[in-house]
């Protein structure tokens, strides 16, 4: 899934504190030509911008002085050690095997977790709760 050279310490790099990834995060915008490469135009310092005149490499990702890919807010997403000679971030992340989370996803692991945890109702001490907080409420 990674090539030996993108592995920190023999292990894939540690760059989300998920799995979900969406590339929007890190890319710049811009068009594309009919082969799929962004059109870009060129800052006053002559690096890549976007439409907007925000910093870009020669594939569109947002990247900071040092050549490391950053998303919208400026965070580090990857070092530039970890992009290809023409500053492809890792094909894992292009090619949507990590999707970004969305709220049914969410959804079913809520459920799921539900589904495993047994219930109170069953419970004779949550029973006498129920009983105490009803009487309470009777008595007030």
Do not use: C, H
Request: hydrophobic share 30%; charged share 35%.
């Amino acid at each position: 899934m990674f090539e030996k050279r993108f592995l920190k310490n023999g292990e894939f790099p540690k760059i989300f504190p998920f799995t979900k990834f969406n590339i929007k995060r890190v890319l710049g915008d811009f068009e594309m030509d009919p082969l799929g490469n962004p059109i870009l135009d060129r800052g006053s310092d002559g690096t890549f911008v976007d439409r907007n005149g925000k910093r870009v490499n020669a594939r569109g990702y947002f990247v900071d002085k040092q050549g490391n890919v950053i998303d919208k807010l400026g965070k580090l997403m990857f070092e530039a050690e970890m992009l290809d000679s023409e500053g492809e971030i890792p094909k894992v992340f292009r090619t949507g095997l990590l999707k970004s989370d969305t709220g049914s996803s969410l959804s079913r692991l809520m459920s799921e977790i539900e589904r495993n945890q047994p219930s109170e109702y069953g419970n004779p001490q949550w029973k006498r709760e129920q009983q105490k907080q009803e009487l309470r409420k009777a008595q007030a």
